[in-house]
């Protein structure tokens, strides 16, 4: 099972608590990393580095998640999801994001704009992976507490 | 760890679409862009997803030869020898 199949996100407590902290210690830049499921269940977060080293973009280095991709085949997880913050605004994919994303799994944006930050995930679905224009859907996230 | 003769391409979840859902290839060492004919020739169209039309890799696509971005070795034209590891990476960006 790929993440492609997951319906919803669903956060142990911990983990959430983990993304949101990687996320507010990456102030002011964004923060971003990926997330690792198991049977459509989040269960680990790898906070990394970003790239960009901006407050408004993000990308991960190559080699970094080579080295996560690598980790999640020798533990049997699949790529879940890719997460990043956005410090002053809404958790709603922004331009940059639809145009960039370019993995089919969901993207899962923390915002910092507002105490406590909020969670939400979306997948953007695109013609081809190539494609600069995507479709923007949400999909419930759920934090178990 | 023994070596079969081959070189293991792992595909990314983004492609495996086009590879009948495998994550690994064994594929026969040559270079990158061999590499890619031959998955091209195993799984038609592959080729035109991950190069433009100029014959190069999408700038979106990071190509690893054991640990080793290929893009600052020699490209398409990086050798890859019975068993060494390749992977191929879409990058991940946004704002």
Known sequence: MTGANVLEMRFPQELADRMIAHCLDGRPDEACGLIATEDGAVVHIYPMFNASASPVRYALDPQEQLAVYQDLDERGWDLGGVFHSHTRTEAYPSPTDVREAREEVPYVIVSLATEPAVIRAFRIVKESWSAETGEVEEMPVEVLG | ?95
Not at chain 2, 17 to 45: H, M, S
Not at chain 2, 55 to 60: D, I, P
């Open chain 2, 1 to 95: 760890m023994a070596s079969d003769g081959s070189v293991k391409v792992k595909i990314p979840t983004v492609f495996r679409r086009f590879t009948g859902n495998e994550a690994e290839i064994d594929l026969a060492p040559g270079t990158i862009g061999q590499l890619i004919d031959q998955l091209d020739e195993r799984y038609p169209g592959f080729k035109g997803q991950i190069m433009n039309d100029e014959g190069e890799l999408h700038r979106f696509v990071n190509v690893y030869v054991n640990d080793e971005d290929a893009r600052y070795l020699e490209k398409l034209e990086t050798q890859a020898n019975e068993g060494d590891r390749v992977a191929l990476l879409p990058s991940v960006a946004g704002g």
